[in-house]
Antibody
Framework: EVQLLESGGGLVQPGGSLRLSCAAS????????MSWVRQTPGKGLEWVSA????????YYADSVKGRFTISRDNSKNTLYLQMNILRAEDTALYYC?????????????WGQGTLVTVSS | EIVLTQSPDFQSVTPKEKVTITCRAS??????LHWYQQKPDQSPKLLIK???QSFSGVPSRFSGSGFGTDFTLTINSLEAEDAASYYC?????????FGGGTKVEIK
């Protein structure tokens, strides 16, 4: 059974930093690309970042480029999102999502999310 | 950036009725269009991939169609458990984008 468990969310002041983690199990982690998708409370979905299975290729939404860094540790089956220079508009529920093996960047499994609140 | 426009934003439907949700892409995306269901206080779940392929375990009343710029999600014979928001998503090019969502309410 595929499981994705996010952690690391919390309350942070504008300009601050936070690192999210996503512990994965139930599949061969290093063969699957992964992604972060966020959702503002009561609103729609916004893709944030993605990373290939090897970690060698990364992609970012313009809204986070230069501030967020996606990475992965395949020895620990864990995905990360380092978020710096946080802004109020980064407040959202952050989901970790799995990309099917040998597939385009769709998401076949999602975690339960971790809430990030940026406020003074 | 490819913009996905969903319609309607909201739909109130009686059980056993048919529901049709459309998603229009601002440029052609082939079949790289996927549909997700999100129930209240839950994470999204994949329903349909590549326009018309049902994901494992999805009830047969859910189906998808379309190619290029115009896509449709159909729910035949709506059930009470189908009350949710539905989102389309394109993986044709980065940045990946989602439609604004369609909330389906059961009358």
């Amino acid at each position: 059974e595929v499981q994705l468990l996010e952690s690391g969310g919390g309350l942070v002041q504008p300009g601050g930093s936070l690192r999210l983690s996503c512990a994965a199990s139930g599949f061969t982690f290093n063969t699957c690309a992964m992604s972060w998708v966020r959702q503002t409370p009561g609103k729609g979905l916004e893709w944030v970042s993605a990373i290939s299975g090897s970690g060698g290729t990364t992609y970012y939404a313009d809204s986070v480029k230069g501030r967020f860094t996606i990475s992965r540790d395949n020895s620990k089956n864990t995905l990360y999102l380092q978020m710096n220079i946080l802004r109020a508009e980064d407040t959202a529920l952050y989901y970790c999502a799995k990309v099917p093996n040998s597939s385009g960047y769709l998401f076949d499994y999602w975690g339960q999310g971790t809430l990030v609140t940026v406020s003074s | 950036e490819i913009v996905l426009t969903q319609s309607p934003d909201f739909q109130s439907v009686t059980p056993k009725e048919k529901v049709t949700i459309t998603c229009r892409a601002s440029q052609t995306i082939g079949s790289s269009l996927h549909w997700y269901q999100q129930k209240p206080d839950q994470s999204p779940k994949l329903l349909i991939k590549y326009g018309s392929q049902s994901f494992s375990g999805v009830p047969s009343r859910f189906s998808g169609s379309g190619f290029g710029t115009d896509f449709t999600l159909t729910i035949n014979s709506l059930e009470a458990e189908d009350a949710a928001s539905y989102y389309c998503h394109q993986s044709s090019s980065f940045p990946l984008t989602f439609g604004g969502g369609t909330k389906v309410e059961i009358k």
